[in-house]
């Protein structure tokens, strides 16, 4: 889906992005994870053309960028970024409409999308008419995400979207993100430096750092083989195995079959959520209940242990 | 719940007793000061009439009236549409009183033992306290109402009536009419005179300003010297400034003949233009300054992220958010500007300041009140435009 070849880009002396090249498949999120200054939006830039490379490009669908126009490009590219942006002086649904109208879609069409978009975002359609001051952080977030998606691109780039709202709104902002990405298969790029929020998310992370790519992998691979010293102590360091239980789901570890009495977990909630109820309760066992097929299991602290 | 109580409490005891007994004891001073005075002649100084004798007893009876009716308003809690009474009140205030003074000056004129064509009666002390009580209550209670509309109604009515009282003849017999009536040949010009100066001064300060502005913007390090110069020019007293040019635009026009033929010199409209343009020049260069600093860099780089382009950014986002902030200075240029432009009499560029500085050489104060009268005027009509050109232009997420 998107490519990069051997991208490299220098700022003054310094290298800001060097030689990095990255896979990222269609309908992935993919994270790209680095301490500050590692280069992480400089590559998320060139991806929609805000900053040309030096050498080096970018594929979309085996298009290569740099032949199309930069403005049309970013319209069917969907952009987001830490402070928001959103426009002050126009309502949230005529910021949902940024595109679709510099797109010059029909009024009616425009209307019925930002309607969905509010759906989607998990607004309702009462929040149309309102000002970006009016919403609180995280509404003028999703509100961003909104205006990103209005005309449906297939790429999402995402520059520290959840930078700088509070650690609960963050939470419900990510599962948002989760949903509406299941929902619309959207490729989404994410820049963050939060290593959990990279976990929660990405199927793919990309690690960087001075510029440069230290290693691209799904979250497993990275917590279980990091390519470097600093990847593991920037990963796992003391919560090594705290992180390892958030990217594993409770399904692949129980015993279905038989079951016991109880509040059942989901066959999708993470391990990390499955210890958290056992240290709640006081339990070693817990009932697992598969939502899609209705099948009952349990699973015990053993089985979240087993490697 | 504190809160409530709170409310509660002050809702019972009405907030306004005191201004209103304040406002009321001064106008209940006036009656003792003069309304209107009474000179043989233009040059002395004249015998005060209190409102009592100037007004008759009708007229004293309108004014307490409507004083009272605006005094009710003031005290009574929760009154519903206050600000439009209040408003109207005032203005009925405003325009009794001018009425009254054009009554009480004809009634001199015509009863008073030994009058002339030469006596003249000029407004007192008196009515001008109660002709400010009567503007500031207006001004602040035409500033509470929400609805744009209502406001300009409420302003254009006021002046439309005091306009239409000056056209029937009824001030005729006041001195300051007198004197528009002497000087109504030169008024015109001068007025013209004086507009022109003023865009004389604004149309050289405006490209400057918004030039250096935009660069302070581009290069803030250059422009904190840039401002700090603007800032030291502002602080020369205007008369000095005017001084100052005198010398070195006579050597110019000297050294180079060709430009006297033009109708630049030391003296006359081409020095008052320079100096306007250089005390302008700071709040134009600080108001685009702060106009587009205003407007978020975070909007700007999401237009851009989305797939504007550099025009549709400009035409979106940075004049829409930077248009409020970019009138308000065009606002307090001008009027400060038409202020200014008083002081050009000086230096024999003309404009309103020269009935200002005959009036004072002839201490014929009603000269200078018709000079000052009139720029206030000009300033307040131009204060009023942009001011509703703003609130129209401000878009709804910033107000």
């Known amino acids: 889906m998107i490519t990069l070849e051997h991208l490299t880009k220098q700022f003054g002396d310094t290298g800001a992005v060097e030689d990095v090249s990255l896979v990222i498949a269609k309908g992935e999120i993919c994270a790209l994870v680095g301490p500050s200054g590692a280069g992480k939006s400089t590559a998320l830039r060139l991806i929609n053309r805000l900053i040309e490379p030096d050498s080096g490009r970018v594929l979309i669908n085996g298009e290569d960028v740099s032949t199309l126009p930069a403005v049309e490009l970013r319209r069917r590219i969907g952009y987001v970024i830490q402070s928001v942006g959103l426009f002050p002086h126009w309502t949230v649904a005529r910021n949902i409409a940024t595109v679709p109208r510099l797109l010059g879609w029909q009024r009616e069409r425009i209307d019925a999308r930002v309607e969905e978009l509010l759906d989607l975002v998990g607004l309702d359609s009462s929040h149309g008419p309102r000002y970006p001051h009016q919403l609180s952080g995280g509404q003028q977030q999703r509100v961003g995400v909104a205006r990103a998606l209005a005309a449906e691109p297939e790429v999402l780039l995402m520059d520290e979207p959840f930078g700088a709202v509070d650690p609960p709104t963050r939470r419900s902002l990510q599962s948002a993100l989760l949903d509406i990405q299941a929902r619309t298969a959207t490729t989404i790029v994410i820049v963050t430096h939060d290593v959990d929020e990279a976990i929660r998310l990405a199927s793919t992370i990309a690690i960087m750092d001075r510029g440069r790519l230290v290693q691209a992998g799904s979250p497993q691979e990275i917590l279980r083989h990091p390519a470097t010293p600093e990847v593991a102590d920037f990963f796992g360091g003391p919560r090594l195995g705290l992180r390892l239980l958030q990217t594993t789901e409770a399904g692949e570890r129980t015993d279905f079959g038989h079951t016991i009495d109880g509040d059942p977990v989901a066959t999708d909630a993470t391990l990390d959520e499955v210890v958290a109820r056992m240290v709640a309760t006081g339990a070693t066992e817990l009932p697992v209940l598969d939502g899609a097929d209705g099948r009952h299991g349990v699973i015990s602290l053993d089985d979240v242990v087993a490697r | ?399």
């Not at chain 2, 400010?132 to 209502?150: C, E, P, W």
Request: aromatic share 6%; hydrophobic share 55%; proline share 5%.
């Open chain 2, 1 to 399: 719940m504190a809160e409530r109580t709170l409310t509660i409490r002050r809702s019972s005891l009405p907030a306004n007793v005191l201004p209103v007994a304040l406002v009321a004891g001064l106008c209940a001073l006036t009656l003792l000061a003069s309304f209107v005075t009474v000179a043989p002649n233009r040059l002395v100084s004249g015998t005060p009439l209190d409102l009592w004798r100037a007004a008759g007893p009708a007229g004293c009876l309108v004014l307490a009236s409507l004083a009272a009716i605006m005094a009710g308003i003031a005290l009574t809690p929760s009154m519903p549409s206050r600000s439009l009474l209040q408003a109207v009140t005032s203005a009925g205030i405003v325009v009794a009183l001018v009425a009254t003074a054009g009554f009480a000056a004809a009634t001199a004129m015509t009863s008073t033992t030994g009058t002339s064509a030469l006596t003249r009666v000029s407004l007192g002390a008196g009515f001008w306290i109660w002709f400010s009580i009567g503007m500031l209550v207006f001004a602040d209670a035409t500033g509470r109402i929400k609805s744009l509309g209502i406001r300009a109604g409420l302003v254009i009515a006021l002046f439309g009536a005091l306009a239409a009282l000056a056209m029937s003849g009824a001030l005729i017999n006041l001195s300051l009419a007198h004197e528009f009536i002497v000087h109504r040949d030169t008024y015109l010009d001068e007025v013209q005179r004086h507009l022109m100066l003023t865009t004389g001064g604004l149309l050289v300060a405006l490209p400057l300003g918004s030039v250096l502005g935009a660069y302070a913007l581009r290069r803030p390090r250059q422009g904190s010297t840039i401002f700090a110069v603007l800032n030291i020019i502002q602080t020369i007293p205007s008369i000095a400034l005017f001084a100052i040019l005198i010398s070195p635009l006579t050597m110019l026009v000297g050294a180079l003949p060709a430009l006297r033929t033009l109708g630049f010199g030391g003296i006359g409209a081409f020095p008052a233009i320079i100096a306007l343009s250089l005390y302008a020049l700071l709040p134009v260069a600080r108001g685009v300054h702060a106009a587009f600093q205003a407007v978020p860099a975070s909007a700007i780089s999401a237009g851009r992220g989305m797939g504007m382009t550099g025009w549709q950014i400009n035409s979106n986002i940075v004049i829409p958010l930077a248009m409020p902030t970019l009138l308000q200075m065009l606002r307090v240029v001008i009027v400060q500007l038409i202020g200014l432009t008083v002081l050009t009499a000086l230096i024999g560029a003309g404009g309103l300041g020269t009935f200002i500085f005959n009036g004072l050489g002839q201490t014929a104060a009603d000269l200078v009140l018709l000079g000052a009268l009139s720029t206030i005027a000009i300033a307040l009509v131009v204060h009023l435009v942009l001011q509703t050109l703003t609130n129209l232009l401000t878009p709804q997420g910033r107000r």
